[in-house]
């Protein structure tokens, strides 16, 4: 194994072997592979090779990078990031002024590297709106993407264009897929991108040489392919009518479905309820707020507590019951028990659903739903 590899360069920022092989695995895990794929990955960090990461900002709040730095103590993910030469970042790179200038243009001029871009690029009276050492970022960008293998637009700037395309969309603020044709682009969207999300893209592309499989909105799928609502810790409470109706009521103090107070959960896709944020600490649902949809197009137009339309997605009756029965049964009881479950479940679900599905009924009845024990 030669001394340049991740996993050396890993254990000598004090990670210990076993640490190393369980990041492994973890990763394996959030990019949906089976766990036979962790030692294919550690023996693809092993390898003595780095891929170089340029990384620029342009019309954004620096959140993404801030999420990628502002954990407690250093992770793995995060070393392995630090160790995947990024060649060029400047909000965290000591270099400044023309010094900077000099780092951007040898890193793009040595090429082979992957592009991370953060931020939405403004296209109004020619890109005036965001310059860099006198150049607009429409050009950076055109000059930067030229040369690089892959391209990764981190946050929902990049991806979607984010807050600076909400209407009215004053500088004419586009995404990075809008101007990049010729290279394969990859979304990360979120406010901010997990992190975990972006070093799993890196791994996998490390491990296979490829980006991850996307959607059609070229997120990746093992980040942004189940809805949040389907994976919601309190999915049973929105099942059963139980919504919070006021912030602090009765139903927030026993962690009942946000719904009602705007969550966008149901028309939301993206691995929140999986890998939290904050090393897993928390995420929004958790933390008492319902989802404000960050990874979605143009989420900051559709109003931060204006309810979902839940005719965007299948009615609660059609999801499966939440509890099978766990005893093998006879044939005959185990119909008697369907029956009985599917009208109790298919009741509950039909109430909430209708209900929630008419606007006007559904502002009525709050205190009654609260109030459903
Ligand atoms: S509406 Fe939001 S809080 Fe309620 S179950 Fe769905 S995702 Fe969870």
């Given at each position: 194994?030669?001394?340049?590899?991740?996993?050396?360069?890993?254990?000598?920022?004090?990670?210990?072997?076993?640490?190393?092989?369980?990041?492994?695995?973890?990763?394996?895990?959030?990019?949906?592979?089976?766990?036979?794929?962790?030692p294919k990955i550690a023996k693809a960090l092993e390898l003595p090779k780095r891929t170089p990461l340029v990384w620029l900002e342009f019309q954004d709040c620096a959140g993404?990078?801030?999420?990628?730095?502002?954990?407690?103590?250093?992770?793995?993910?995060?070393?392995?990031?630090?160790?995947?030469?990024?060649?060029?970042?400047?909000?965290?790179?000591?270099?400044?002024?023309?010094?900077?200038?000099?780092?951007?243009?040898?890193?793009?001029?040595?090429?082979?590297?992957?592009?991370?871009?953060?931020?939405?690029?403004?296209?109004?009276?020619?890109?005036?709106?965001?310059?860099?050492?006198?150049?607009?970022?429409?050009?950076?960008?055109?000059?930067?993407?030229?040369?690089?293998?892959?391209?990764?637009?981190?946050?929902?700037?990049?991806?979607?264009?984010?807050?600076?395309?909400?209407?009215?969309?004053?500088?004419?603020?586009?995404?990075?897929?809008?101007?990049?044709?010729?290279?394969?682009?990859?979304?990360?969207?979120?406010?901010?991108?997990?992190?975990?999300?972006?070093?799993?893209?890196?791994?996998?592309?490390?491990?296979?040489?490829?980006?991850?499989?996307?959607?059609?909105?070229?997120?990746?799928?093992?980040?942004?392919?189940?809805?949040?609502?389907?994976?919601?810790?309190?999915?049973g409470h929105f099942d059963h009518g139980e919504f919070v109706a006021k912030w602090g009521d009765e139903g927030h103090r026993k962690g009942w479905c946000l719904y009602k107070?705007?969550?966008?959960?149901?028309?939301?896709?993206?691995?929140?309820?999986?890998?939290?944020y904050n090393d897993n600490t928390s995420w929004p649902i958790k933390a008492g707020h319902g989802c404000i949809g960050c990874s979605e197009a143009g989420f900051w137009d559709?109003?931060?507590?204006?309810?979902?339309?839940?005719?965007?997605?299948?009615?609660?009756?059609?999801?499966?019951?939440?509890?099978?029965?766990?005893?093998?049964?006879?044939?005959?009881?185990?119909?008697?028990?369907?029956?009985?479950?599917?009208?109790?479940?298919?009741?509950?679900?039909?109430?909430?659903?209708?209900?929630?599905?008419?606007?006007?009924?559904?502002?009525?009845?709050?205190?009654?739903?609260?109030?459903?024990?």
């Open positions: 194994m030669s001394d340049s590899s991740l996993s050396n360069a890993v254990k000598n920022h004090g990670v210990s072997r076993r640490d190393f092989l369980k990041f492994c695995s973890l990763m394996a895990g959030t990019l949906a592979l089976n766990a036979s794929f962790g993404n990078t801030e999420a990628l730095l502002r954990a407690s103590r250093p992770t793995v993910s995060e070393l392995i990031l630090d160790i995947l030469s990024v060649d060029y970042h400047e909000t965290i790179m000591a270099a400044a002024g023309a010094q900077a200038e000099k780092s951007q243009k040898d890193a793009i001029a040595a090429g082979g590297y992957i592009l991370v871009v953060e931020g939405s690029i403004p296209t109004a009276e020619n890109g005036i709106y965001c310059t860099i050492g006198g150049r607009t970022a429409m050009e950076i960008l055109k000059e930067a993407s030229a040369n690089a293998i892959a391209v990764v637009a981190i946050g929902s700037c990049a991806a979607f264009g984010g807050l600076p395309k909400a209407n009215p969309n004053p500088t004419g603020a586009v995404s990075v897929l809008d101007l990049v044709k010729d290279k394969p682009v990859l979304n990360l969207p979120g406010c901010p991108c997990n992190p975990v999300n972006l070093t799993a893209t890196v791994v996998h592309f490390l491990t296979f040489g490829t980006l991850p499989e996307m959607d059609s909105q070229h997120r990746p799928l093992f980040a942004y392919g189940a809805r949040i609502h389907d994976n919601c810790p309190r999915r107070m705007g969550c966008k959960g149901p028309v939301t896709f993206h691995n929140c309820p999986a890998v939290g559709l109003g931060l507590y204006n309810r979902a339309n839940l005719n965007e997605f299948a009615p609660a009756v059609a999801y499966a019951p939440v509890q099978q029965p766990t005893q093998s049964l006879s044939p005959t009881t185990t119909a008697i028990v369907g029956a009985a479950a599917g009208l109790a479940i298919g009741a509950a679900g039909a109430a909430a659903y209708t209900q929630l599905s008419n606007p006007d009924k559904a502002d009525q009845p709050e205190s009654a739903q609260v109030e459903k024990k």
